[in-house]
């Protein structure tokens, strides 16, 4: 099973709202990810995290606030948004040993109004 | 620093025909990885094959093989017998073995290829 699942499959939020994005496998990786799409462009690397320790933060806005609450689950806390922040948001992980390939979960499309 | 290079913006081939993408990288280390990942429409970033720069032989996966040239540092892909599900944004990627388990993915701008009925 080489699935990365992520909710909500879309989501649209105003600029005070507080919403969370969610990421889940159940592959015993230990490296998750979150990366920022916009259209028609390759993905931004916005955090990692390393057997639940984050350990690459490449300089996001604190208004973005990545949480992993054990191996299986990656969140992503979203809060006082800008509109430029609409993008499609992707999660993915790898294991440390048995590969390098990260595997993608199919996104989920912010959209800030 | 490392870099991709994806020197077609966009593609097109007919179906059943073979069609191959370019990619180029940059980097002054002699170990790594190379990947090339498809996201269709749909948007899901699917692996489609990879490449570990101390193997010589070129990967190859069903209709999909690459062209691996350490020297001249290209990575093209090759996709035999195109089909209408092969239509999609294709990334070429580097990633550097010496970050452990929190080794970046280094893309390319991406390849739009279209294939016609």
């Known amino acids: 099973d080489t699935e990365v699942t992520q909710t909500p499959k879309h989501l649209v939020m105003g600029m005070t709202n507080k919403k969370s994005l969610k990421c889940e496998q159940h592959?015993?990786?230990?490296?998750m990810y979150w990366y920022k799409q916009k259209a028609k462009k390759p993905p931004e690397l916005m955090f990692v995290y390393s057997y639940e320790k984050l350990s690459i933060n490449e300089s996001v806005p604190s208004r973005f606030s990545p949480e992993c609450p054990n191996s299986s689950l990656l969140n992503l806390h979203l809060h006082a948004l800008q509109p430029e922040d609409s993008a499609l948001y992707l999660c993915?992980?790898?294991?440390?040993?048995?590969?390098?390939?990260?595997?993608f979960g199919p996104g989920t499309r912010l959209t800030v109004t | 620093a490392q870099t991709v290079t994806q020197s077609q913006p966009e593609m097109s081939v007919q179906e059943a025909e073979t069609v191959t993408l370019s990619c180029t990288y940059d980097?002054?280390?002699?170990?790594?990885?190379l990947f090339w990942y498809k996201q269709p429409p749909s948007r899901q970033m699917i692996l489609v094959i990879r490449?570990?720069?101390?193997?010589?032989q070129n990967a190859t996966e069903n209709r999909f093989s690459v062209n691996f040239q350490k020297a001249a540092k290209s990575f093209s892909l090759k996709i035999s017998d195109s089909q209408l599900g092969d239509t999609a944004m294709y990334f070429c990627?580097?990633?550097?073995?010496?970050?452990?388990?929190?080794?970046?993915?280094?893309f390319g701008t991406g390849t739009l290829l279209a294939v016609q009925p």
């Open positions: 980097t002054s280390e002699n170990n790594y990885y």
């Open positions: 592959m015993g990786h230990r490296a």
């Open positions: 490449q570990e720069a101390y193997k010589q």
């Open positions: 993915a992980s790898s294991h440390p040993r048995q590969g390098v390939e990260q595997y």
């Open positions: 990627a580097f990633m550097s073995p010496y970050g452990g388990a929190t080794n970046k993915l280094i």
